[in-house]
């Protein structure tokens, strides 16, 4: 009778033992956070992914700025920190150069140039001899940069009568030199019949007019670099490095440092 008595309260003591540690699995599994739906998860990758796009798209409009603040600033700076920069960007576009390669094409910069030539010299009246070349990165600043220079021109004071795409007229006219709306051999064409002593273009197409021997530069007074401006995406014309590679290999073609090595009255390089 003993043991059996013994038997039954070790059973029960075992029975207590073992709804109390169940209690306290179902009340620990009852404090564990549930783990997350897959729509909560689906939510959370969403969200997280937008966080990283706004940060990506803040992090390059400063870098925007940032580029659009510089070409205004190298446009300010004195020439021979302009001069300085210039090698820099030689030296990414050139780098099988050595160094007294790059300083051989250095670019002589003048900080300003105000005053040219008298517009009426007899060689101004020549068919593509431009004294005054403006170079840009973009087609559409060049269209525009054609239309405010048109009041250097003698005789100018009123808009050019409307003519046909490609026609030529006696009357001096600002050049434009890109690719879009003009193809290379109209161009051509029109560069051997048309007096154009003011050019604006893109570097490609007037090295392209350079070699077909369209554009004459014999008495080219100043290159001026369209270096301040930014386009809709704040890029300045070094910014894009097919552009500002085809711009450094125009200012180092042979003819042109012919000119900018003149010892006297030599081309000046401005960047505007």
Same mark, same amino acid.
């Given at each position: 009778?003993?043991?059996?008595?013994?038997?039954?309260?070790?059973?029960?003591?075992?029975?207590v =033992?073992?709804?109390?540690?169940?209690?306290?699995?179902? *009340?620990?599994? =009852?404090?564990?956070?549930?783990?997350?739906?897959?729509?909560?998860?689906?939510?959370?990758?969403?969200?997280?992914?937008?966080?990283?796009?706004?940060?990506?798209?803040?992090?390059?409009?400063?870098?925007?700025? *940032?580029?659009?603040?510089?070409?205004?600033?190298?446009a300010?700076?004195?020439?021979?920190?302009?001069?300085?920069?210039?090698?820099?960007?030689?030296?990414?576009?050139?780098p099988?150069?050595?160094?007294?390669?790059?300083? *051989?094409?250095?670019?002589?910069v003048?900080?300003?140039?105000?005053?040219?030539?008298?517009?009426?010299?007899?060689?101004?009246?020549?068919?593509?001899?431009?004294?005054?070349?403006?170079?840009? !990165?973009?087609?559409?600043?060049? =269209?525009?940069?054609?239309?405010?220079?048109?009041?250097?021109?003698?005789?100018?004071?009123?808009?050019?009568?409307?003519r046909?795409? !490609?026609?030529?007229s006696?009357?001096?006219?600002?050049?434009?030199?890109?690719?879009?709306?003009?193809?290379?051999e109209?161009?051509?064409?029109?560069?051997?019949?048309?007096?154009?002593?003011?050019?604006?273009?893109?570097?490609?197409?007037?090295q392209?007019?350079?070699?077909q021997?369209?554009?004459r530069?014999?008495?080219?007074?100043?290159?001026?670099?369209?270096?301040?401006?930014?386009?809709?995406?704040?890029?300045?014309?070094?910014?894009?490095?097919?552009?500002?590679? =085809?711009?450094?290999?125009l200012?180092?073609?042979?003819?042109?440092?012919?000119?900018?090595?003149?010892?006297s009255?030599?081309?000046?390089?401005?960047l505007?």
């Open positions: 009778m003993a043991d059996e008595l013994d038997d039954g309260l070790l059973l029960e003591d075992e029975l =033992a073992y709804s109390d540690d169940a209690a306290s699995d179902a *009340e620990a599994r =009852a404090k564990r956070p549930a783990p997350p739906s897959t729509d909560d998860a689906a939510a959370a990758k969403k969200r997280k992914r937008r966080e990283q796009a706004k940060a990506q798209r803040r992090k390059k409009a400063a870098k925007l700025q *940032e580029q659009a603040s510089a070409a205004q600033k190298i300010q700076q004195p020439r021979d920190l302009q001069a300085d920069f210039l090698v820099g960007l030689q030296r990414k576009a050139f099988k150069l050595s160094e007294l390669e790059l300083q *051989e094409l250095r670019v002589p003048v900080a300003r140039h105000d005053e040219l030539q008298d517009t009426k010299q007899p060689w101004m009246t020549e068919p593509g001899t431009p004294y005054l070349l403006v170079l840009t !990165g973009n087609a559409q600043r060049a =269209a525009d940069l054609t239309r405010a220079l048109r009041v250097l021109l003698p005789g100018t004071d009123e808009p050019p009568a409307k046909r795409k !490609g026609a030529s006696p009357a001096p006219t600002v050049a434009k030199l890109f690719a879009r709306h003009f193809k290379l109209e161009q051509v064409s029109w560069l051997k019949s048309q007096p154009a002593p003011i050019a604006v273009g893109t570097p490609h197409r007037v392209a007019l350079l070699e021997r369209a554009l530069i014999e008495h080219l007074q100043a290159v001026l670099v369209d270096a301040s401006w930014t386009d809709a995406k704040q890029r300045a014309v070094f910014d894009t490095p097919e552009t500002r590679d =085809a711009l450094l290999a200012l180092a073609e042979s003819s042109v440092r012919v000119l900018l090595q003149k010892p009255d030599p081309c000046r390089v401005v505007y």
